[in-house]
């Protein structure tokens, strides 16, 4: 553990061998066989197999290429140890999940019987059920750990010994990981008591702390999430939109069903004022042609000067005129 910056990746690339120490030599034995795990792992997963034509590369077939003297039962039964499905055994690899490409990585790493596993920050990106087998598999593993993490969860649940790294020295922490955050809190208080900035500085990380705090303790997410609980997300995000577009299609169906209600009515009301009118007109053209029958023996031309005097519209004279040619004979009419 340390501050970032401290060298804590840097310890370990110089184990590994991938950097050249400035002071110093790195001593190794030979036959010493070191694993080593950090969050980009699983996009090196498989790099480089070669496989038969119409092969896939599942987690059997990769790990049964990378250890031939295995056969596929044993392959899935690690597998299995390390939480990943049966149906998951069999399926391309670059389908599976940043959790389900690490349990792989985790039994690859279990296979190859190392005496020493280099583990940097291995739970970024984990979920809590991947974490799980994780721990299950370094407590089951029989030879040395090194891991830096700001997990505490993982530290207490694995760890035995704290080392810490600071002013480019590795020491011992003689207790338990508590008791050493418990010391950085002490000497961060005392440095804030002396400097405002860093005393400023310290009142965000507690607050920070405390925001974190009771985000875990409410479950708001702040913690990776496990499978279950992401399909559970999932399924009521469905069912919650399966609901809402039920309900708005029920809305759209009821509005258009009131709009053609409406549409109805005033169509009906349209075509009852119209009839109405109708009625009205027929009965005005019916009054002033009776008007001008009850008037026999008079001329022609009083009966026409009458009916035109009395109508209100062209429609009303025909109407008038029609009823009088019906009456009278149409020669003494015209004359």
Same mark, same amino acid.
């Given at each position: 553990?340390?501050?970032? *910056?401290?060298?804590?990746?840097?310890?370990?690339?110089?184990m590994?061998?991938?950097?050249?120490?400035?002071?110093?030599?790195?001593?190794?034995?030979?036959?010493?066989?070191?694993?080593? #795990?950090?969050?980009?792992?699983?996009?090196?997963?498989?790099?480089?197999? %070669?496989?038969? /034509?119409?092969?896939?590369?599942?987690?059997?077939? #990769?790990?049964?290429?990378?250890?031939?003297?295995?056969n596929?039962?044993?392959? &899935?039964?690690a597998? $299995?140890?390390?939480?990943?499905?049966?149906?998951?055994?069999?399926?391309?690899?670059?389908?599976?999940?940043?959790?389900?490409?690490? &349990?792989?990585?985790?039994?690859?790493?279990?296979?190859?019987?190392?005496?020493?596993?280099?583990?940097?920050?291995?739970?970024?990106?984990?979920?809590?059920e991947?974490?799980?087998?994780?721990?299950?598999?370094? &407590?089951?593993?029989?030879g040395?750990? +090194?891991?830096?993490?700001?997990?505490?969860?993982?530290?207490?649940?694995?760890?035995?010994?704290i080392?810490?790294?600071?002013?480019?020295?590795?020491?011992?922490?003689?207790g338990?990981?508590?008791? #050493? %955050?418990? +010391?950085?809190?002490?000497?961060?208080?005392?440095?804030? @008591?002396?400097?405002?900035?860093?005393?400023?500085?310290?009142?965000?990380?507690?607050?920070r702390?405390?925001?974190?705090?009771?985000?875990?303790?409410?479950?708001? *997410?702040?913690?990776?999430?496990?499978?279950?609980?992401? @399909?559970?997300?999932?399924?009521?995000?469905?069912?919650?939109?399966?609901?809402?577009?039920?309900?708005?299609?029920?809305?759209?169906?009821?509005?258009? /069903?009131?709009?053609?209600?409406?549409?109805?009515?005033?169509m009906?009301?349209?075509?009852?004022? %119209?009839?109405?009118?109708?009625?009205?007109?027929?009965?005005?053209?019916?009054?002033?042609?009776?008007?001008?029958?009850?008037? %026999?023996?008079?001329?022609?031309?009083?009966? +026409?000067?009458?009916?035109?005097?009395?109508?209100?519209?062209?429609?009303?004279?025909? $109407?008038?005129?029609?009823?009088?040619?019906?009456?009278?004979?149409?020669?003494?009419?015209?004359?």
């Amino acid at each position: 553990v340390g501050a970032n *910056g401290t060298g804590k990746s840097t310890l370990l690339k110089l184990m590994l061998g991938e950097l050249e120490p400035t002071e110093g030599e790195v001593r190794q034995s030979r036959m010493c066989k070191i694993g080593f #795990y950090n969050q980009h792992s699983t996009d090196q997963l498989a790099k480089g197999v %070669r496989l038969a /034509k119409g092969e896939l590369l599942t987690p059997v077939s #990769y790990l049964h290429h990378t250890f031939p003297e295995m056969n596929v039962q044993a392959i &899935r039964n690690a597998l $299995g140890r390390f939480g990943l499905e049966g149906h998951h055994h069999l399926q391309e690899i670059s389908t599976l999940s940043g959790g389900q490409k690490s &349990r792989v990585v985790f039994v690859e790493m279990g296979l190859r019987r190392t005496h020493l596993l280099l583990l940097d920050e291995p739970t970024n990106h984990l979920d809590l059920e991947t974490v799980d087998c994780l721990v299950d598999g370094l &407590r089951a593993f029989e030879g040395g750990v +090194m891991v830096i993490t700001h997990n505490v969860e993982l530290i207490n649940r694995v760890c035995n010994e704290i080392w810490v790294i600071e002013e480019g020295k590795v020491n011992r922490f003689p207790g338990e990981f508590e008791e #050493y %955050r418990d +010391m950085l809190a002490e000497q961060l208080s005392a440095i804030a @008591d002396e400097d405002p900035e860093e005393k400023r500085r310290e009142k965000e990380r507690k607050e920070r702390e405390a925001a974190k705090a009771e985000a875990e303790s409410l479950g708001d *997410g702040s913690r990776p999430k496990s499978k279950a609980q992401r @399909d559970r997300e999932r399924k009521e995000a469905r069912e919650a939109k399966a609901a809402k577009d039920a309900a708005e299609a029920e809305e759209k169906a009821a509005r258009e /069903k009131a709009e053609q209600e409406a549409r109805e009515v005033e169509m009906a009301a349209a075509a009852a004022a %119209r009839r109405e009118a109708e009625d009205a007109r027929l009965r005005r053209e019916s009054e002033i042609a009776q008007a001008g029958v009850g008037a %026999r023996g008079r001329p022609a031309q009083e009966l +026409m000067s009458q009916l035109l005097e009395g109508a209100s519209s062209p429609l009303e004279v025909c $109407g008038g005129l029609l009823v009088l040619l019906a009456e009278r004979e149409p020669l003494s009419l015209v004359g």
